[in-house]
């Protein structure tokens, strides 16, 4: 293992295909965490596995089909999205079970398709497990100038999201279009997890909503707070796991979401108790003074 | 010059679930100003009186007036309406601070302008304040300035009654609705919550109308109150519903028969 020197980071910030890999995965990691935010807060945490294994299935039609897969993708993607939303708010199928199917048909679609145009490539294994070192000049702006629009679209939303993720009754009383906002989240959040893909794969997505906004919300006080705090663990977990797999020669993905994880338990050390209630969180109650009554 | 229209006008409210009669032809109407004690025991049909008011409620016959005007137009008046619901389902997790849960409670100013075209009035103050000066007026109005940093699941159940309160201040409404407001609070917090309440109203103008089964809190500090056992036993002014033994009378038998059938 060779050490960590100063010169090192500076060779290693000296490639281009490196370059590339740290601004687009930072970028993609920081828009994750914020849409995370939001769904973590209105407890849809797996949201993104179930819309990843939809954009698998969509990656698998496009190499079937001999289109882009990343175009395949993302039609599936929102798709999927816009159906699990309309699951989750007109029918009496929960949320996590909404999800469940929609992860089982994403994953079945996928690994039949794949099976069928010639089983599991190089491509396969980029898109289920990320391949940041490998993206293009094209590929890393596009990473890039998606993610800075969805970041301004979530935040030119911040308002509504909070109202309707902290109460749906009390937000329509205050004259938000509920539906139309949790349609147009979800519609962001997966062209969020398509995004994303590169970074750490369909499989590791989650960990990259989830985990820094777990960390966050053991720290932060107050949304805006919250919010500063999971983009930054998410941004360093990102670039500090890429640099330090290309060191050790591992992959990128597991790296990050490894580090991103040593924070979280880093934290939680030094904030005991809060990490179990994190993670204890039961369905919404009334505060004690109204269940009482 | 023409009398402005009560705030609040009902007509004839007739509610009906599940094969019974939740509220059976309900009239009154309330001034703007009145501080109003809407007494009922549990299953008196308070909080569906309240979702029938702020268009909640999806089956109902007669008439709901706000400010004159039918829920035809309540869209544009509702978001002007503070609403205190009886229990606010809190993720003791949500890392909002009070101060964010307080500013969520502004409206934007395209939607308090198409309200206030309609109910009139409107408030010069909220349009020279931006939301964040709002929020910290409303906090101060419930007495919630040293807690505005805190997290709103680490405060007790007297303080987020309080903090609810202050959300729906922070828009300046012409009409603020309380359901149960005190329910579950120990007896300090309750004299706070009043304090507050009575402060809003009385300073503010703003009209009230505030359930509770709670008979004693309600005299001496609701301006009229309104008795309501499915149909509406009493509306006048407080001290006349205390001094009619009759209604008095009424209310007592109605909430014992309640805790009979709550037993």
Redesign the interface.
């Known amino acids: 293992m060779p050490p960590l020197r100063g010169a090192a980071v500076l060779e290693a910030l000296s490639y281009g295909f490196m370059q590339k890999a740290l601004v687009s995965g930072a970028a993609v990691a920081a828009v994750c965490a914020l849409a995370g935010l939001f769904l973590v807060?209105r407890r849809y945490s797996l949201f993104g596995d179930g819309i990843s294994h939809v954009a698998f299935g969509g990656v698998a039609a496009g190499l079937f089909l001999g289109v882009l897969p990343l175009w395949t993708a993302l039609a599936a993607a929102v798709a999927g999205g816009l159906g699990l939303q309309k699951l989750r708010s007109s029918t009496r199928i929960s949320g996590d079970a909404a999800t469940a199917v929609m992860l089982a048909a994403g994953l079945a679609a996928g690994v039949t398709l794949v099976s069928a145009s010639g089983g599991f490539s190089v491509d396969v294994m980029g898109f289920l497990f990320g391949s940041i070192l490998l993206v293009g000049d094209w590929d890393a702006a596009a990473m890039v100038a998606v993610s800075a629009a969805a970041a301004a679209a979530l935040l030119a939303m911040r308002?509504r999201l909070?109202?309707v993720?902290?109460?749906e009754?009390?937000?329509r009383?205050?004259?938000v279009n509920v539906a139309l906002t949790n349609y147009l989240f979800v519609v962001i959040a997966s062209v969020v997890v398509v995004t994303s893909m590169r970074l750490v794969g369909i499989l590791l997505i989650s960990a990259l909503i989830v985990i820094p906004n777990v960390t966050?919300?053991m720290l932060?006080?107050?949304?805006?707070?919250?919010a500063a705090v999971s983009v930054s663990l998410a941004v360093a977990a990102a670039v500090c796991g890429m640099l330090l797999s290309y060191y050790l020669d591992l992959a990128p993905s597991g790296t990050i979401v490894l580090l991103s994880l040593a924070a979280m338990l880093a934290v939680a050390a030094l904030r005991p108790g809060r990490l179990g209630?994190?993670l204890r969180?039961g369905p919404?109650?009334?505060?004690?003074?109204?269940?009482?009554? | 010059m023409p009398v402005a229209a009560p705030a609040l006008e009902v007509r004839g409210l007739t509610v009906e679930r599940g094969g019974r009669t939740v509220l059976d032809d309900v009239s009154l109407a309330v001034p703007e100003g009145d501080l109003l004690g809407v007494l009922g025991s549990n299953g008196s049909g308070k909080t569906t009186l309240f979702r029938a008011i702020?268009g909640?409620q999806a089956c109902w016959k007669g008439q709901v007036l706000l400010f004159g005007r039918g829920p035809g137009e309540f869209g544009?008046i509702?978001?002007l309406?503070g609403?205190v619901?009886?229990?606010?389902?809190?993720?003791?997790?949500?890392?909002?601070?009070v101060?964010?849960?307080v500013a969520?409670?502004a409206?934007?100013k395209r939607?308090a302008r198409a309200g206030e075209a309609l109910v009139g009035g409107g408030d010069a103050r909220r349009r020279a304040r931006g939301p964040g000066e709002a929020a910290d007026a409303a906090l101060g109005a419930a007495g919630l300035s040293h807690l505005a940093?805190?997290?709103i699941g680490e405060l007790?159940?007297?303080e987020?009654?309080r903090v609810f309160i202050a959300?729906a201040l922070v828009k300046d409404p012409p009409l603020i609705i309380l359901d149960?407001p005190v329910?579950?609070?120990d007896a300090e917090s309750q004299e706070q919550f009043y304090d507050v309440m009575g402060g809003i109203n009385d300073e503010r103008g703003i009209t009230v109308l505030w359930s509770s089964h709670d008979m004693e809190a309600m005299e001496g500090r609701a301006k009229s109150v309104a008795c309501l056992d499915r149909k509406l036993l009493f509306h006048g002014p407080c001290g006349k519903f205390f001094a009619d033994g009759r209604a008095v009378g009424a209310y007592a038998e109605s909430a014992a028969h309640a805790a009979e059938c709550h037993r």
């Open positions: 807060l308002g909070a109202q993720a902290f109460n009754e009390l937000a009383l205050s004259g966050a919300m932060g006080r107050g949304l805006a707070q919250t209630r994190l969180r919404a109650r009334g505060p004690p003074a109204a269940a009482a009554a | 702020l909640m544009p509702v978001p309406i609403y619901p009886q229990s606010v389902p809190l993720d003791p997790n949500f890392p909002a601070s101060r964010d849960v969520m409670g409206i934007p939607l940093e805190r997290r007790s159940g007297g987020q009654r959300r149960e329910a579950g609070v």
